[in-house]
């Protein structure tokens, strides 16, 4: 674009943001106006981050961070939270002009205050998740606040395991909000990791576990999976609490489902990968645990998983650093499943030397295929 063409631009978006800053000073008595200026104000803004900066200095971000706490009218309240986190996702200097604990305090208030309804809620949720997503200071406020706290309780409290029918308005509406929560807690443990944030949402474990046992749904596995991923990642404690809760039983076992679902559907491929890399995050700092997955024949569907023609490069790499981890402590003590008694090859002298030929030979044969798939997928990679 010519440079004159560009600078006009630029002034017609300044001249437009001033325009509409003035549209929402003088039109408080008129919420529907309010509204449509809040609208067009974060379509200007979205994925614009000098709108947003100029937004900003002319003294509009903190204009809109006032009304979205003064307005009486509940639409102008969502509008404007909603505008809030739309700028701050396009702009860091928005976000860190906004994110302070007082935000924060206002923002748990919305989320308590009986009045507020389910749309008004997600809208407070979103902004949370703005606020600390990539931002350390973020995820200290949302600590120190008890923000974080509330909103464990909304992912244990917001939705019912037997009231799942998403095609019904009320409970789609409570699983958007369940479903921006879950997205909130990721942001709050990770990118950059928070140790104290990971120890704290680790205490829904049990929750997510029941979520897992009851519904094998993607809607609710994906954020799950996400959720308990990034929570137990690279943190030993988080890890082997959730390992002491079942949740690794749990995962093998919905992975079992999705196994035989697979044969049918192409979506139960998929979210068994995504189930899989949870799988790896429980375990891939300490291999010992995943002792756990050898009663549910893990591996073994895994390698059933890796054999799928359907899934992509990144998917194969994920299952096979997996199954890599998976059997580590087997050099150090191998089971073998025989008869549905665990042998330990350190007692070698208990079994016959046919049999253990036949299950090292038939390990050896896995573990050929295995590298063979490697090879293949380099190949496509460097291709």
């Known amino acids: 674009m010519e440079p004159q063409k560009v600078q006009k631009k630029q002034c017609d978006m300044k001249t ?5 800053l003035e549209c929402l000073k003088y039109q408080m008595d008129c919420p529907v106006s309010q509204k449509e200026a809040l609208i067009t104000i974060y379509s200007i803004c979205q994925q614009n981050s000098e709108a947003s900066e100029y937004f900003r200095e002319i003294g509009g971000l903190m204009f809109i961070n006032d009304l979205a706490k003064s307005s009486v009218h509940c639409i102008v ?4 939270l909603f505008t809030l986190g739309i700028i701050i996702e396009s702009n860091v200097y928005c976000q860190q002009t906004l994110c302070t604990s007082a935000l924060f305090e206002d923002l748990i208030l919305f989320l308590i205050n009986k009045d507020s309804g389910v749309n008004l809620k997600r809208m407070s949720v979103y902004v949370i998740l703005v606020l600390v997503s990539n931002n350390k200071s973020g995820q200290t406020y949302v600590r120190d606040t008890g923000c ?8 244990r409290t917001t939705l019912s395991t037997s009231e799942m029918n998403l095609s019904d308005e009320n409970t789609n509406q409570c699983y958007q909000l369940w479903s921006s929560v879950c997205s909130t807690l990721c942001a709050c443990v990770n990118n950059p990791q928070n140790e104290d944030n990971q120890n704290i949402c680790c205490s829904v474990f049990p929750y997510a576990k029941e979520w897992l046992e009851s519904c094998t749904e993607p809607e609710i596995v994906r954020p799950i999976c996400s959720f308990v991923g990034l929570t137990v990642a690279n943190n030993s404690y988080v890890q082997k609490y959730f390992v002491s809760v079942g949740g690794l039983d749990t995962l093998a076992k919905v992975l079992i489902k999705l196994m035989h679902d697979s044969c049918m559907s192409h979506s139960s491929t998929k979210l068994a990968v995504v189930v899989t890399k949870t799988l790896d995050a429980c375990i891939a700092n300490d291999s010992a645990m995943g002792v756990v997955l050898t009663k549910y024949h893990t591996v073994s569907e895994l390698l059933k998983l890796l054999s799928n023609d359907t899934l992509d490069t990144g998917e194969k790499i994920s299952i096979i650093l997996t199954i890599g981890h998976c059997t580590e402590v087997c050099a150090e003590q191998l089971s073998l499943k025989i008869n549905d008694n665990s042998l330990n090859v350190n007692n070698a002298e208990e079994l016959d030397v046919q049999v253990r030929k036949r299950s090292l030979q038939d390990y050896w044969r896995k573990a050929k295929e295995i590298l063979h798939r490697i090879n293949v997928i380099e190949k496509e990679h460097d291709e």
């Not at 974080?148 to 992912?155: C, S």
């Open 16 to 20: 437009d943001l001033n325009l509409l």
């Open 77 to 80: 309240k969502e509008a404007a």
């Open 148 to 155: 974080i706290g509330l909103l464990l309780q909304l992912f």
